[in-house]
């Protein structure tokens, strides 16, 4: 199966700071990643998808870029109800398989 | 807008199967493909496995030896049967649906039911 490895694994940041969170896959994916917000005790919500299409109703502080196997979701201005945890999900082909995520704090 | 409700035991015991009901209310249970993923602190979010509403299913390899998934459309359920259960199956349960965005490509989950614990003790 193909690895979805995330870094970092958590981190600060200040609001209003632009955030990078990294995924990469263990094998070429093209554009089929999607990146989901979970926010503490709520259900994962799909942000992005195609690597950089934006579910609708998000956000436009939020963008996604990559292809292949490096793929990163940026936030361009913290908010503080941006504090998550942000899984990153291959479906090119099954099985989908997620990254361990990487929880972001103010 | 549509939701999802799961339900089920919270306790099972080591060995036992463990059988949760996802229940579809306000759309249609129909054309979609469904799925159950679990999230539990070791592994992290895991894809079970998808059933159409014509009952086609796809099972994730690693648990495709103990998984069924079945859809009754008349009550509007998904079922989930996982047999020989394990404290490494402890975790919360969800169910969610495919968004259909990128037909034939299946994978976005757009709508997830709140989950249910499920904890596996003697």
């Known amino acids: 199966d193909i690895q979805m490895t995330q870094s970092p694994s958590s981190l600060s940041a200040s609001v209003g700071d632009r955030v990078t969170i990294t995924c990469r896959a263990s094998q070429g994916i093209s554009n089929f990643l999607a990146w989901y917000q979970q926010k503490p005790g709520k259900v994962p919500k799909l942000l992005i998808y195609?690597?950089?299409i934006l579910q609708s109703g998000v956000p436009s502080r939020f963008s996604g870029s990559g292809s292949g196997t490096d793929f990163t979701l940026t936030i361009s201005s913290l908010q503080a109800e941006d504090v998550a945890t942000y899984y990153c999900q291959k479906y090119n082909s099954a099985p989908w398989t997620f990254g361990q995520g990487t929880k972001v704090e103010i | 807008q549509v939701q999802l409700q799961e339900s089920g035991p919270g306790l099972v015991k080591p060995s036992e199967t463990l059988s949760l009901t996802c229940s579809v209310s306000?759309?249609?249970?129909?054309?979609?493909?469904w799925s159950w993923i679990r999230q539990s602190p070791g592994k992290g979010l895991e894809w079970i496995g998808y059933i159409y509403y014509s009952g086609a299913t796809n099972y994730n390899p690693s648990l495709k030896s103990r998984v069924t998934i079945s859809v009754d459309t008349s009550k509007r359920e998904i079922t989930l049967k996982l047999n020989s259960m394990t404290a490494a199956d402890t975790g919360v349960y969800y169910c969610a649906r495919d968004s259909g965005k990128t037909y034939p490509l299946l994978g976005l989950l757009d709508v997830w039911g709140k989950g249910t614990t499920v904890i596996v003790s003697s």
């Open positions: 306000g759309g249609s249970i129909s054309s979609y493909y």
């Open positions: 195609g690597a950089s």
